[in-house]
């Protein structure tokens, strides 16, 4: 499925083919939270992109996989990219922040915190994986959710930019590239659950990060923002 020109993402085109990539989604997210797309070899990549899949390979490796490593790699060899994309919004959950009432703020903003500061341990360990491996990287912010009740929404979105402040200040100080998917995955058919984006996001996103290294790959840059 191809989307169409009034719904292309900025700059979804890249200027030219290059050599093969091998990308590595490294995190749990995509591993665990997207039921729409089959992640089998070749599938996985066609499915993305359908067209292209000459053009990368793709393999996942799990944050847990990295944590139990420890100092010894876990990356594919022959890897050239990283995307690093850790989903947060199971520990927005977690910190009860949607479930108790406005006079437990308190309570909730430092469960959150504890929470954040736990999710940026993590991504900074993702951070430091891919370079000790010299990989191109690229580090997703996490898209907003989708839920119906306006209530919630606008709560989940409040909790959901203390993590993603923590993505751009740990994408920043490392200097790498952001994929900002609040900015891609923002209509209603970019989802197929409140957190879970649909074959269709899915897509957009892979579009998007396909452009990124096309255009990382042209030259040595400092951190910025694709969408």
Same mark, same amino acid.
């Given at each position: 499925m191809s989307l169409p020109p009034n719904r292309q993402p900025s700059g979804a085109s890249p200027r030219g083919y290059g050599p093969a990539r091998h990308v590595v989604l490294l995190g749990d997210a995509l591993l665990e939270a997207y039921s729409s797309i089959d992640?089998?070899?070749?599938?996985?990549?066609?499915?993305l992109l359908p067209g292209s899949r000459d053009q990368w390979q793709i393999s996942v490796v799990s944050a847990a996989e %990295?944590?139990?490593a420890r100092s010894r790699s876990v990356l594919p060899k022959g890897a050239t990219h990283a995307i690093i994309f850790i989903e947060g919004n199971h520990a927005i959950e977690q910190s009860g922040l949607l479930q108790n009432p406005a006079d437990a703020s308190g309570p909730t903003l430092e469960r959150l915190s504890l929470a954040?500061?736990?999710?940026?341990?993590?991504l900074a360990q993702l951070i430091h994986a891919a370079q000790s491996a010299h990989l191109t990287i690229m580090v997703c912010t996490m898209f907003a959710p989708n839920y119906k009740d306006a209530l919630r929404q606008r709560m989940a979105c409040a909790a959901l930019? %203390?993590?993603n402040d923590r993505v751009t200040k740990r994408a920043a100080e490392a200097r790498v590239a952001v994929i900002d998917l609040?900015?891609?995955?923002?209509?209603?058919e970019d989802y197929d659950a409140p957190t879970r984006l649909s074959k269709?996001?899915?897509?957009?996103?892979?579009?998007?990060i396909r452009y990124a290294m096309f255009e990382l790959d042209a030259g040595t840059r400092r951190s910025e923002v694709f969408f």
């Open positions: 992640k089998s070899p070749g599938r996985f990549e066609e499915d %990295v944590e139990r954040a500061d736990e999710f940026e341990r993590t930019a %203390v993590f609040r900015l891609i995955c923002s209509d209603a269709f996001g899915l897509q957009k996103a892979a579009n998007v």
